[in-house]
């Protein structure tokens, strides 16, 4: 348990009354909310809760800020925002719009833009901050997902941080479609063309979304309920939920010196953590405010009200739609086929299935590998990456995937902007999207190995410290200098682990499937290390100590003889420690030679 | 939360076998937590006090942000309209606010790395999972719950609630048939989404028009290579809640003429074109994004959103890109006056594929 005093907001309560922490009125009131909450249960339960601190520690938390940031700005918006696709026209100070037809959203959208002081700037925080909560969140899984802080016991909680994932994608396109103006609007019959290509659902799903035939009347309204509560709403329990299961399951940390799978080293939740985070709230907010100031984002007035007919080329989905577009880009042509008569658009349907099946992998994963490695443990120590090189390849592997897909939502922007053909950057990604993740993987895979290789050198045999000594058979080495006891035990403290082995049921038999799950275990196990033994260490501490004695040994006669024949017999071997850093060290080559008619001055053993 | 006296040291009886990790008889030694080391602050009290200054000057350097945000809402009108004018006041507002905000922040995070202590502590973790006689007491509450209420023993009652449960979901489902109209006596198609994707507002002799003025278009002004947006004339005479941009999605039309010879028989229904002026439906088969780009020396349409092309001299047939179809031509012909008329309605539908299309 920690060592420090008791928790002050606990105490507070405790004390007796003629003095109470904080006043008399903090401490009256205090008392008041306990006798009626029994709040100081939760005190005294999350108040000190331990912390571990790693940078990427903070990227979950840039999103649930992020979060903040846009549900404060968005309930803003309501207040201004008209969700209605009722005809009328722009007489708003904007003067090139005016007097145009349009939507009632985008017109209040213009009139927050152009006739509302700060509306602007609250518009863009908007989008800003929505764009950076899916980022961060995109961010954050990767992090979780290369440190395998998904295995047991928070495989659920990656499960409802993927929902989140999704939610906070959903958020951003119904979001997107709001302001009904060309770009949206655009968006909006490309997702219409996507779900009337579903067979048997399709045509009266996007008939019931649309409220009849495209783009109808009621889109936006409806969009605009999943916008700001249904969506939210759930999305709000279920940060709620991701919190307290963080915290139920105490967050994980890297394995360091003190730091254990039994443990976790680092602050209290207050003050430390409570300072930190509330800090970082105000710097999420104020970074966003910055960005919202000085950039433009989604200048709608540029785009007009919604016309079917018109569209301007290079039109791009906001960034994070990319890899779905994308997806759509990449089939090839001519793919609808007439089945018992009916259309089975399977230029629609291969991406939605091939990006669904990538979705469902990314969701399931942990489950996925808990099975293939047999491991039921709990795990608390998030793991470097180089010491899961199989899982790390296939994380490269997908974001190769993600990559392709996402490069391929701006395949016409790529040929315009390099002098390429169109047919070309599609062939090449359409090639890259099956190679380009088999390649990631492999070499994944070595450097990963490789790195773990590195680790256990340096563990084992020390750093190169840079030092180059030459000894006396004219030979020049590097001396390598052992790590410390504290940096070691980071490079070698891991887990290693076996593949499955198949033992036959209670019928004497090993089913198909138990023989399918080991060799993915070899597969997901292979070129594994064998794990560093202590006695190992100790024996490579004794040696390195040995040889460093050695090499002193051998450099000081060097430096001895080198004295002798300049004459100064009683210089020193090494430099005096005058306080300062000297940059060049009392080496043969830079003694003070005193007599200067000494034949052997010019005697340097360096030339 | 509810299990704090025992560490997980004690529990390991509940935990799985070690299973497949390779074990190792002589592990590598933690060497524990490394001395702690002091900050500046800790040492020096002139750090403390300089670090002390600098978090309560910039909580007020945030106040001053703060207020010159208020002061930039009333300095920078926007009511001008000028694009200028809207600039700085977003600008300044925005420096206003994010300086406040980035100052509190900054702040906060250098008093607690610089003045709170920054001892490490540890706390043991416990098993996930409760403890033992906390389980059992989970189990017991659903056994007596089941004994008394008879839920797994009775069950017709156990049926009979869970039929009623997955019903009485059915009514909600149903009201959200409300979400598109019904057909109704005025409008009989309505409740018919694929009665309405099949057809469009061309009818014979309904006139091609300029998109979006309106105007009619006469062949004998549609220049050769030349690509014309069109509508059907009789659009401009529905309102927004007519359906007016309904029937747009379905109906643009891009027109272009070529040399008739370029238009082979095996690809074109030339009955259907008028002197190399051809007629197709701007609504790509893919997902139905306009087809707006026409390049004159190939005579290929490009879909700006995903790059579909398609080959006008060949019947606009598919030659790059995800759509699945050539785009639908319309007949079209001229009147007595000499402008350009449609001979009838599309002979397929026109956009994205769907269901019952065939």
Redesign the interface.
């Known amino acids: 348990?920690?060592?420090?005093t008791e928790s002050a907001p606990a105490t507070a309560l405790a004390t007796p009354a003629d003095k109470p922490l904080g006043g008399r009125f903090i401490g009256a009131t205090a008392n008041y909310i306990d006798e009626r909450t029994s709040i100081s249960g939760l005190v005294k339960?999350i108040g000190?809760?331990?912390f571990p601190d790693h940078w990427s520690f903070m990227l979950g938390e840039i999103a649930l800020w992020s979060f903040v940031v846009v549900f404060l700005s968005g309930s803003f918006l309501t207040f201004f925002f008209e969700a209605s696709m009722?005809?009328t026209h722009y007489d708003?100070?904007?003067?090139p719009l005016r007097g145009i037809?349009m939507s009632a959203a985008l017109e209040s959208t213009l009139h927050i833009?152009?006739?509302l002081?700060?509306g602007?700037?609250v518009r863009?925080i908007h989008h800003w901050a929505a764009l950076l909560f899916i980022a961060a969140i995109g961010v954050h899984m990767l992090r979780v997902f290369f440190t395998g802080a998904f295995r047991k016991?928070r495989e659920l909680n990656w499960v409802i941080g993927f929902v989140l994932f999704i939610l906070a994608m959903a958020l951003g396109f119904t979001g997107y479609s709001l302001p009904d103006d060309l770009l949206s609007g655009?968006g909006l019959?490309?997702i219409?063309?996507?779900i009337?290509?579903?067979?048997?659902?399709?045509?009266?799903t996007?008939?019931?979304?649309?409220?009849?035939?495209?783009?109808?009347?009621?889109i936006v309204g409806?969009l605009y309920t999943l916008h700001i509560l249904l969506l939210p709403l759930i999305l709000i329990a279920l940060i709620a939920a991701h919190l307290m299961l963080m915290?139920?399951?105490?967050h994980t940390q890297f394995a360091g010196?003190?730091?254990?799978?039994?443990?976790?080293?680092?602050?209290?939740m207050v003050?430390?953590?409570m300072?930190?985070m509330?800090?970082?709230?105000?710097?999420?907010?104020?970074?966003l405010?910055?960005i919202?100031?000085?950039f433009t984002i989604n200048p709608i007035w540029n785009y007009g009200p919604?016309?079917?007919?018109?569209?301007?080329?290079?039109?791009q989905p906001d960034w994070y739609i990319g890899f779905a577009?994308g997806a759509?880009?990449?089939?090839?042509?001519?793919?609808?086929v007439?089945l018992f008569?009916?259309?089975w658009?399977?230029?629609?349907l291969l991406?939605v299935a091939v990006l669904g099946l990538f979705i469902v992998l990314v969701a399931i994963y942990p489950f996925i590998e808990a099975w293939v490695?047999?491991?039921?443990?709990?795990h608390?120590i998030a793991q470097r990456p180089r010491h899961a090189p199989t899982r790390t390849a296939i994380g490269v592997a997908g974001v190769i995937f993600y990559a392709v897909l996402w490069a391929a939502a701006s395949?016409?922007i790529i040929a315009t902007h390099f002098h390429l053909t169109?047919?070309g950057v599609?062939h090449t990604l359409q090639a890259l999207l099956f190679v380009g993740p088999i390649v990631g993987y492999f070499v994944t895979k070595r450097i990963a190995i490789a790195l773990q290789k590195k680790d256990r050198e340096i563990a084992l045999h020390g750093y190169e410290s840079g030092r180059i000594v030459r000894l006396p058979g004219g030979e020049y080495i590097e001396v390598h200098q052992p790590v410390d006891?504290?940096e070691r035990?980071k490079l070698?403290?891991f887990?290693?682990?076996?593949?499955?082995v198949v033992r036959p049921n209670d019928n004497g038999r090993i089913p198909w499937h138990e023989n399918f799950r080991a060799s993915l275990?070899r597969w997901f196990?292979e070129d594994r290390l064998?794990?560093?033994?202590?006695?190992e260490?100790n024996a490579a501490i004794a040696h390195q100590h040995h040889e460093l004695e050695h090499i002193d040994h051998e450099e000081q006669e060097e430096i001895r003889g080198a004295h002798e024949r300049a004459g100064a017999v009683d210089a020193p071997l090494h430099p005096i420690d005058d306080g300062h850093n000297p940059e060049t060290a009392n080496r043969p080559s830079n003694i003070i030679v005193v007599d200067e008619e000494s034949p052997k001055k010019d005697n340097r053993p360096s030339d | 939360m509810s299990h704090e006296e025992e560490p997980q040291a004690l529990e390991k009886a509940h935990q799985p076998s070690s299973g497949l990790v390779v074990a190792v008889a002589d592990p590598v030694q933690n060497p524990g937590l490394p001395p702690h080391r002091e900050r500046m602050t800790d040492k020096d009290p002139a750090a403390m006090s300089r670090a002390v200054r600098t978090v309560y000057t910039l909580f007020y350097i945030s106040l001053a942000a703060s207020l010159w945000a208020v002061a930039a809402y009333m300095l920078f009108p926007i009511e001008s309209g000028e694009f200028g004018d809207i600039r700085s006041n977003n600008l300044f507002i925005g420096l206003g606010i994010g300086f406040a905000l980035l100052t509190i922040g900054i702040a906060a995070i250098h008093w607690s790395k610089a003045i709170m202590p920054d001892k490490e502590h540890i706390e043991a973790r416990h098993s996930t999972r409760g403890k033992e006689s906390t389980r059992e007491a989970a189990v017991n509450v659903f056994r007596e719950a089941n004994e008394e209420s008879g839920f797994g023993r009775r069950t017709a009652i156990r049926g009979g609630l869970i039929a009623a449960v997955v019903a009485s979901i059915v009514p909600g489902v149903t009201l959200f048939r409300g979400l598109a109209p019904h057909s109704s006596e005025e409008n009989p198609l309505a409740g018919d989404p694929v009665a309405l994707l099949k057809h469009t507002m061309w009818t014979e002799g309904e006139r091609l028009a300029h998109d979006p003025s309106g105007l009619p278009i006469r062949a004998a002004d549609v220049a050769l290579g030349s690509a014309v947006h069109v509508i059907p004339e009789s659009l401009k005479d529905l309102g927004h809640l007519e359906g007016y941009l309904e029937e747009k999605a379905k109906a643009i039309v891009l027109l272009m003429r070529l040399l008739p010879e370029q238009l082979p028989a095996e690809y074109n229904r030339l009955d259907w074109s008028y002197d190399g002026i051809v007629a197709y439906s701007k609504v790509c088969t893919h997902v139905g994004c306009p087809v707006a780009l026409y390049e004159q020396q190939t005579h290929h349409l490009l879909c700006p959103c995903h790059q579909s092309q398609f080959d006008v001299s060949r019947g606009a047939e598919v030659i790059f890109g995800p759509a699945a179809r050539p785009l639908p031509q319309l007949p079209i012909t001229v009147d007595a006056e000499g402008y350009l008329v449609a001979k009838s309605d599309f002979e397929e539908p026109v956009g994205p594929s769907f269901w019952e299309r065939h």
Not at chain 1, 196 to 204: F, M
């Open positions: 348990m920690s060592t420090s339960e000190r809760k331990i009722a005809p708003g100070a904007y003067v037809e833009s152009f006739d002081r700060g602007l700037l863009q016991p655009n019959r490309i219409d063309g996507m009337k290509g579903l067979p048997l659902i399709g045509t009266w996007s008939y019931l979304l649309f409220g009849g035939e495209f783009p109808g009347n009621a409806r915290i139920i399951n105490k010196p003190g730091r254990t799978n039994d443990n976790v080293v680092g602050y209290p003050p430390i953590y300072s930190k509330g800090g970082f709230l105000f710097i999420t907010f104020g970074v405010v910055l919202a100031s000085m919604y016309d079917p007919s018109p569209v301007s080329a290079g039109t577009d759509l880009r990449l089939a090839p042509s001519n793919l609808d007439v008569d009916h259309t658009s399977f230029g629609i991406p490695t047999g491991d039921k443990r709990e608390h395949s016409d169109m047919e599609i006891a504290y035990v070698i403290d887990e290693i682990h076996e593949p499955l275990s196990f064998s794990p560093v033994t202590q006695a260490v």
